[in-house]
């Protein structure tokens, strides 16, 4: 478990990395802004005021903390107390898991506001329309969170299920909407994003690895160590050669 502690760490320090660097790298790049006033949907991206490119920023930064960050870190630390048998330990893991993502709607509600306050919002293009759809279902799934019955009560499995199913739907859809937001930042803006897009495509392979991983990793250790309980059993190579053996004793004695 100390090796997961360690790989959750590093992970959170790896998504940190894979937002800065491209800020740092786009922004060397910059051109100068123009001090113009709103725009509006046609307006050339050189137009765009300074106060405009700033909360276009921080809408994204929010997003991808709370979709791209958060939300993760919620997830995979509910996964590892499945297997936690310590009481405390256990109590920990959730706690991790409810604070990251009660944080993740937060900042995802701050970025709607944003969004709804400071934005053209015609609701023509897919990020919009997914961005809608995405800040319902994280309210929806919250709610549900919080009305979580008590183990062992009939409603525990339908509950755990819809939870199951809804968190993991919030999930693809937010990556879906980082990516969509991406493209619509290049459209708004004409900056460059394949650095971005990249960096954010080896996050969510990395988080996609460690879930697999450290699902399997007690399983893993256990294939070098041979249980008291558990008895050697031959392989299917040696269990046809056995038998083709007793064929031939077998067939030897009629003789």
Request: net charge positive; aromatic share 12%; glycine share 6%.
């Amino acid at each position: 478990m100390k090796i997961l502690q360690k790989l959750v760490c590093f992970c959170i320090h790896a998504s940190f990395i894979f937002l800065v660097l491209p800020i740092l790298v786009s922004s060397s790049q910059e051109h100068a802004k123009s001090t113009g006033g709103q725009t509006s949907k046609n307006d050339n991206p050189r137009k765009l005021s300074h106060k405009l490119m700033f909360e276009i920023t921080l809408h994204g930064f929010l997003l991808w903390a709370s979709m791209g960050l958060l939300m993760p870190i919620g997830i995979l630390t509910i996964r590892m107390s499945n297997r936690a048998e310590c009481g405390r330990r256990l109590k920990i893991l959730f706690y991790i898991h409810a604070i990251s993502q009660t944080l993740s709607v937060l900042l995802a509600t701050a970025g709607a506001v944003i969004s709804f306050k400071n934005f053209n919002n015609s609701f023509n293009n897919n990020h919009q329309r997914i961005g809608v759809t995405l800040y319902g279902l994280i309210w929806l799934q919250a709610l549900i969170g919080f009305s979580r019955p008590y183990r062992g009560s009939k409603a525990r499995s339908i509950w755990f299920f819809v939870h199951w199913i809804l968190g993991t739907g919030v999930s693809l859809l937010g990556i879906l909407s980082i990516y969509t937001g991406l493209q619509a930042y290049h459209e708004k803006t004409s900056r460059k994003i394949s650095l971005w897009t990249t960096m954010f495509t080896a996050e969510i392979c990395f988080i996609t690895f460690f879930y697999l991983f450290q699902d399997k990793w007690i399983y893993i250790q256990k294939q070098g160590v041979i249980l008291s309980n558990e008895l050697i059993r031959p392989t299917a190579i040696n269990e046809v050669i056995c038998a083709s053996e007793k064929k031939k004793e077998f067939a030897t004695e009629s003789c």
